[in-house]
């Protein structure tokens, strides 16, 4: 089964899943999020995976972010951005891309923090409408990275069954 690491900002997502709810294949299986760790198989060992993350997090801070502004991604995704505390992210996303998970690293594909608003590969027409939406929508939200929530993901029907949090400490 595969593992994902995911910040649930802490905001109201009430305009996010007007987006998502018609152009996010995954608008059913998982609430607006930053994923921190893309979705790897269970390879590694739950028990190597945890102690890795509670390692790394052990050296982390929360730390505000912004989430405003649009990107689109290589492989056709709309991006809601993260502004202010980028850095932060992708220094975590890196840090977290060490040890154990090192060969799992997308090295040719630089890490761009971010809420997936719609997914456009198959259907590229859509993407102006669905970033017109967005930008309509004027999405703009603050909050504090505080806790990450490490995700089990059935690969039959893909759905959550298990989810364990951790606390960045203050």
Known sequence: MPYALVYYPNINTQQINKIRQKYDPQFYLIEPHITLIFPLLGFIGEDRLT???KNILSAWKIFPIHLQGFQKSWDEYLFLTVQEGKENAIKLHNDLYTGILAEY???NTA?????????FSKNRVQYLQ?????????????????????????????????????????
């Open 51 to 53: 102690i890795h993350i």
């Open 105 to 107: 690293c997308r090295e």
């Open 130 to 170: 669905a970033l017109e939406e967005a930008q309509q929508l004027d999405l703009d939200y603050c909050c504090m990275v505080e806790k990450l929530n490490l995700l089990k993901i059935t690969d039959v029907n893909r759905q959550i069954v298990w989810n364990q949090e951790y606390i960045l400490p203050s």
């Open 111 to 119: 890490f761009v923090p971010h809420l997936t608003l719609g997914v």
